[in-house]
T-cell receptor
Framework: DSGVTQTPKHLITATGQRVTLRCSPRSGDLSVYWYQQSLDQGLQFLIQ???????AKGNILERFSAQQFPDLHSELNLSSLELGDSALYFC???????????FGPGTRLTVL | AQSVTQPDIHITVSEGASLELRCNYSYGATPYLFWYVQSPGQGLQLLLKYFSGDTLVQGIKGFEAEFKRSQSSFNLRKPSVHWSDAAEYFCAVGTSSNTGKLIFGQGTTLQVKP
């Protein structure tokens, strides 16, 4: 158990819908990262927050957004969902910038 | 652009045999390097990391990796593989101390024969 929690574990929804994925980092970790894992793209960095502020952006679609709250938990919002958004979404946290990241169990999103 | 290459998509070894998983990276500065393991239906678990110093790093579960700057490689090794080591292994490079975002290789699936 890495100490990073993600909810829900599984999510099944329809095209065009909007979903929210939630992540609680390890106690004391200030930085949260979101990654997408799919068969065709592999593991891709989406976005990072550090102590409530956006720090880095990767291959994140405009339909996707995220935020980190004052209690340091983070949410990833995916809207206007398409079939191709079906993937495993991981959250990771680290105590500070440039340190090792600890991954949550992931949320498996299926868009039908 | 930074990249990570794991040349072997799939490797099969016999239980008790030695293992080496290859990883090559492309990055202009000194990288931060990591190996993660993912069991089916699970998240990623950190095996070991290299930030600086001794180029041979020890990790959990009996794994080690060696950083070779001249070859831009960070290969993962284990002297004797156990059936429970069957999983997917990912090499990753951290591209900046200011962010820490990781770039992952495509992964190597390890199968262990009894």
């Amino acid at each position: 158990d890495s100490g990073v929690t993600q909810t829900p574990k599984h999510l099944i929804t329809a095209t065009g819908q909007r979903v929210t994925l939630r992540c609680s980092p390890r106690s004391g970790d200030l930085s949260v990262y979101w990654y997408q894992q799919s068969l065709d793209q592999g593991l891709q960095f989406l976005i990072q927050y550090y102590n409530g502020e956006e720090r880095a952006k990767g291959n994140i679609l405009e339909r996707f957004s995220a935020q980190q709250f004052p209690d340091l938990h983070s949410e990833l919002n995916l809207s206007s969902l398409e079939l191709g958004d079906s993937a495993l979404y991981f959250c990771a946290s680290s105590v500070d910038l440039g340190q090792e990241q600890f991954f949550g169990p992931g949320t498996r999103l299926t868009v039908l | 652009a930074q990249s990570v290459t794991q040349p072997d998509i799939h490797i099969t070894v016999s239980e008790g045999a030695s293992l080496e998983l290859r990883c090559n990276y492309s990055y202009g500065a000194t990288p931060y390097l990591f190996w993660y393991v993912q069991s089916p239906g699970q998240g990623l678990q950190l095996l070991l990391k290299y930030f600086s110093g001794d180029t041979l790093v020890q990790g959990i579960k009996g794994f080690e990796a060696e950083f070779k700057r001249s070859q831009s490689s960070f290969n993962l090794r284990k002297p004797s593989v156990h059936w429970s080591d069957a999983a997917e292994y990912f090499c990753a490079v951290g591209t900046s101390s200011n962010t820490g975002k990781l770039i992952f290789g495509q992964g190597t699936t390890l199968q262990v024969k009894p």
